[in-house]
């Protein structure tokens, strides 16, 4: 397996995932795109009607250089995701804090349904966290379910995983991870 940075060279790879494999057990989510916590949550009626496609919003980003994550590869095609990157790229999580300056978020994991449970997403993880810390990230947070009983309940990562890495929960009433690099 080969763990890739996402570049726009690497788009088509991505996309042929996100409208293939990866939400084939859950197709209520299949139009995502890994967009959801780079979106405000809170915006108008008029903003939600003039915002573009999640799609589209994905091709813009990676085009750009917004959207940053890592790509698991097996045998030439992408059998998992890891949306990762600064904190502040990710509208969803809310404003900026103060500190945030230097924090990596891991928001989703999103594995092909038929490779669950083979290391991938640990993999990707390890690749973030390397990567991440190479880059200059001081620290990395992530938010697992402390509730979640599915494959698509754990789209933020397990727990043990962010544990079996060195990541320490944050004090409050929101189960977050946090690791400094």
């Known amino acids: 397996m080969e763990v890739l940075s996402l570049n726009k060279d690497l788009a088509a790879d991505f996309f042929a995932f996100f409208d293939g494999p990866a939400f084939a057990d859950n197709p209520y989510w299949k139009g995502c795109y890994c967009t959801f ?36 590869y097996d045998g030439g095609r992408v059998v998992g995701w890891c949306n990762a990157n600064a904190r502040t790229a990710f509208a969803r999580l809310g404003p900026p804090n103060p500190g945030d300056e230097g924090l990596a978020a891991v928001v989703c994991f999103v594995i092909d349904p038929v ?5 991938i997403a640990r993999a990707l993880l390890a690749h973030a966290i390397a990567d991440l810390a190479r880059l200059g990230y001081r620290a990395m947070e992530a938010y697992p379910s402390s509730r979640a009983k599915s494959a698509s309940g754990h789209y933020h990562g397990p727990l043990a995983l962010y544990e079996s890495f060195g990541f320490e ?13």
Do not use: C, N, W
Request: aromatic share 4%; net charge positive; hydrophobic share 30%.
């Open 169 to 181: 929960r944050m004090p409050g009433r929101k189960l977050v991870v946090h690791k400094t690099l």
């Open 115 to 119: 490779r669950r449970m083979q290391g």
């Open 37 to 72: 916590f780079h979106r405000a949550k809170d915006v108008t009626r008029e903003e939600a009607r003039l915002r573009p496609s999640r799609r589209h919003q994905a091709e813009e980003m990676i085009t750009h250089g917004q959207m940053r994550g890592y790509l698991a």
